[in-house]
């Protein structure tokens, strides 16, 4: 198990950690080293225990905030989801359109009818020239 020299605060600490993980740990070290520089910076020399303890109150509010905003995002993530599923089944159930059909022989019998009409209507028109 690998060993690391942190720095935290001015203070150098030996860590062990599971091979292949020692650039997490040093990233997570800068991060707490930073919130410890901004608290030396405001208050001064500390006990390392209060300083320690301070940095990883600071870090776990930031943490606490992004976990709060990662919920409110994932919520809006979900609802646009369910609208883009509601709208792809919406899409894929195409609309119904019943149009009546008129059978072949209804407009056989229509234009036999019209054809008839117009005969008549031509006899009338000789017998009012004659």
Not at 2 to 20: D, H, K, L, Y
Not at 83 to 101: G, K, S, Y
Not at 116 to 129: G, P, S
């Amino acid at each position: 198990m690998p060993e690391v020299t942190i720095n935290i605060g001015g203070r150098s600490f030996e860590v062990a950690c599971q091979a292949g993980e020692e650039h997490y740990l040093q990233t997570a070290a800068k991060m707490l080293d930073d919130e410890a520089q901004i608290l030396a910076d405001q208050v001064g020399r500390m006990p390392e225990a209060r300083m320690l303890l301070m940095a990883g109150l600071m870090l776990a509010d930031k943490t606490a905030s992004v976990e709060e905003r990662v919920a409110e995002v994932q919520a809006k993530l979900n609802e646009r989801e369910a609208e883009i599923t509601a709208l792809r089944e919406a899409a894929a159930e195409p609309e119904r359109i019943e149009v009546p059909v008129v059978p072949d022989a209804v407009t056989d019998t229509l234009a036999e009818l019209a054809a008839r009409a117009e005969a008549m209507a031509e006899a009338v028109e000789e017998k009012k020239r004659a």
